[in-house]
């Protein structure tokens, strides 16, 4: 067997060990539970420890919503989360500028349109700030569920710089203290044979750079949530459709300087 497919090999088995080794762990687990009378005490143990961490989970997770709810005693990972503030007339000219290029791309006419990062996390916040969902919620008036996400939430944040795209995001996470996870993801556009595709990576993760090695690229056809968020407004998902006819007729995409640029 060649030297150079030794280390493939050995893979392979690590693999399939890998694989298997929750299944293994809980036999022998079970094993050891009923043949090693002092295995019980660690049994209770962790029996015991999974109830605590679960009463740790019930009360930590009604701490942090209704701080949330109160807006007081909020952990710096989420003070700190960077949040646009934006307006019912910012989105209503922004959306006029995407809908003007919507139509002449159905059309089949040239189009090109621009946006900076404002524009982007405007269209992405439909013109509605924390705030204004916060008083509607409390007041108990009715709201819709991607409203209710920016309650328990805050919505992403999008910042061009480098010729890239940076994606924001913070999530409610009750398994840990703070009760939030939030990282930060670096999107580009690649053209390949005439068609273009979106990646993603994760760079930072709770504050904390993580080293290229570790990094997972994620590449898709043109799409995803940063481009669901330019061309979908505030559309139904029936629109589904047309909006991938839209996406269709893409030819070329740019970041120049501060600005991400789309030609039809």
Same mark, same amino acid.
């Given at each position: 067997? $060649?030297?150079?497919?030794?280390?493939?090999?050995?893979?392979?088995?690590?693999?399939?060990?890998?694989?298997?080794? $929750?299944?293994?762990?809980?036999?022998?687990?079970?094993?050891?539970?009923?043949?090693?009378?002092?295995?019980?005490?660690?049994?209770?143990?962790?029996?015991?420890?999974?109830?605590?961490?679960?009463?740790? =989970?019930?009360?930590?997770?009604?701490?942090?919503?209704?701080?949330?709810?109160?807006?007081?005693?909020?952990?710096?990972?989420?003070?700190?989360?960077?949040?646009?503030?934006?307006?019912?007339?910012?989105?209503?000219?922004?959306?006029?500028?995407?809908?003007?290029?919507?139509?002449?791309?159905?059309?089949?006419?040239?189009?090109?349109?621009?946006?900076?990062?404002?524009?982007?996390?405007?269209?992405?916040?439909?013109?509605?700030? =924390?705030?204004?969902?916060?008083?509607?919620?409390?007041?108990?008036?009715?709201?819709?569920?991607?409203?209710?996400?920016?309650?328990?939430?805050?919505? #992403?944040?999008?910042?061009?710089?480098?010729?890239?795209i940076y994606k924001y995001s913070i999530g409610f996470f009750p398994f840990s203290w703070t009760g939030f996870l939030? #990282? %930060?993801?670096?999107?580009?556009?690649?053209? &390949?044979?005439? #068609?273009?595709?979106?990646? &993603?990576?994760?760079?930072?993760? #709770?504050?904390?750079?993580?080293? $290229?090695?570790?990094?997972?690229?994620?590449?898709?056809?043109?799409?995803?949530?940063?481009?669901?968020?330019?061309?979908?407004?505030?559309?139904? @998902?029936?629109?589904?459709?047309? @909006?991938?006819?839209?996406?269709?007729? %893409?030819?070329?995409?740019? =970041?120049?300087?501060?600005?991400?640029?789309?030609?039809?």
């Amino acid at each position: 067997m $060649p030297n150079d497919t030794k280390p493939k090999v050995a893979q392979k088995y690590l693999d399939v060990f890998l694989t298997f080794l $929750p299944l293994i762990l809980l036999v022998l687990f079970i094993y050891l539970s009923n043949t090693v009378p002092a295995f019980a005490y660690v049994e209770w143990t962790l029996v015991i420890s999974g109830i605590g961490y679960l009463v740790f =989970i019930y009360f930590n997770s009604q701490r942090l919503l209704k701080n949330l709810t109160d807006r007081h005693n909020l952990p710096k990972i989420y003070t700190n989360f960077p949040v646009y503030e934006t307006s019912e007339e910012e989105y209503r000219l922004i959306r006029k500028k995407m809908e003007t290029f919507i139509l002449s791309v159905e059309a089949d006419r040239s189009a090109q349109v621009e946006l900076n990062s404002n524009e982007i996390n405007s269209l992405y916040k439909k013109g509605k700030n =924390i705030s204004d969902i916060n008083s509607l919620y409390k007041k108990g008036k009715n709201i819709s569920d991607s409203e209710t996400e920016f309650i328990f939430s805050l919505p #992403n944040f999008y910042e061009i710089r480098d010729g890239k795209i940076y994606k924001y995001s913070i999530g409610f996470f009750p398994f840990s203290w703070t009760g939030f996870l939030s #990282n %930060i993801h670096e999107i580009e556009f690649l053209e &390949q044979n005439g #068609n273009y595709f979106t990646t &993603q990576k994760v760079i930072e993760h #709770n504050g904390k750079k993580i080293s $290229p090695k570790k990094q997972s690229l994620v590449s898709q056809p043109l799409g995803g949530d940063l481009i669901d968020t330019i061309l979908r407004l505030d559309k139904t @998902m029936d629109w589904s459709d047309s @909006m991938k006819l839209v996406i269709s007729k %893409i030819r070329h995409i740019e =970041i120049s300087q501060d600005k991400l640029i789309l030609r039809a």
